[in-house]
């Protein structure tokens, strides 16, 4: 069987990422959390819910304010990028190896501070495909837990004669036609989404179906995000 990883990443830092995390801790799936300092959108979590979410899974930075990195000036940039794993780690008590760019935003500079800010890797929410990390600092996405994110990587395409486009256009399926072309070619099988999406959608049964379908599989890795970085630049 090819070598085949499969990692999960989960942005802004709501406190139904507990929730999140209890599931995917029940089924063995490896996780990483963004969490930005603060966020408009959501209930954030609390220092002790976040020591209670990293006793299993992997915690990485989301900025501070979960501010649009290309469009402020760089000092702010740098403050935003810099701060956030100051936060993270006071609270943590260890180095915050991985970062997402808020909106998916970001360009060389972005990178370049990211990088000198001590990071190994950043998360990008680039369709990628089952390929594997080209530049750790653009680490993308397989699939999403979303019906509103459109598939980029064009490897949804070669089942379009034996799937329906109809079902095609359901993340779970979407999501199960993906993990079986990953386990017969192998790669990194990447589920990206948001726990309080997947609330507002009320999708949570929908996800403990791909989980499920995905976990305890023989063969295959399951990493968080950090460890997949790690995994796959040691042995390139």
């Not at 290309?70 to 190896?97: H, M, N, R």
């Not at 109809?166 to 790669?187: C, N, P, Q, R, T």
């Not at 403990?208 to 390139?236: K, L, M």
Request: net charge negative.
């Amino acid at each position: 069987m090819s070598r085949l990883i499969v990692t999960t990443s989960w942005d802004d830092g709501s406190i139904l990422d507990l929730k999140l995390g209890e599931l995917l801790t029940k089924y063995g799936i490896k996780a990483t959390f963004y969490i930005p300092r603060f966020s408009k959108r959501i209930t954030p979590m609390q220092n002790i819910d976040l020591l209670e979410l990293a006793a299993n899974h992997e915690i990485g930075a989301h900025t501070v304010n979960h501010a649009h990195l290309t469009l402020i000036p760089q000092s702010d940039a740098k403050a935003e990028i810099e701060g956030s794993k100051f936060y993270l780690e006071e609270i943590l008590g260890k180095k915050v190896k991985m970062f997402c760019y808020p909106f998916g935003e970001y360009n060389e500079d972005t990178k370049q501070l990211v990088k000198t800010s001590g990071f190994s890797g950043a998360r990008t929410v680039k369709f990628n495909g089952l390929k594997d990390i080209p530049d750790p600092y653009e680490f993308g996405i397989t699939t999403a837990a979303s019906n509103h994110q459109s598939d980029e990587s064009g490897e949804i395409a070669r089942y379009s004669q034996a799937v329906s486009i109809k079902s095609l256009s359901d993340w779970e399926v979407k999501a199960k036609v993906l993990f079986d072309l990953a386990i017969a070619e192998g790669g990194i099988w990447h589920l990206w989404g948001h726990s309080w999406e997947i609330d507002d959608h009320n999708d949570w049964n929908k996800l403990e179906r791909v989980i499920n379908y995905v976990s305890h599989r023989p063969g295959v890795t399951y990493a968080s995000n950090g460890e997949t970085v790690d995994t796959v630049y040691s042995r390139s």
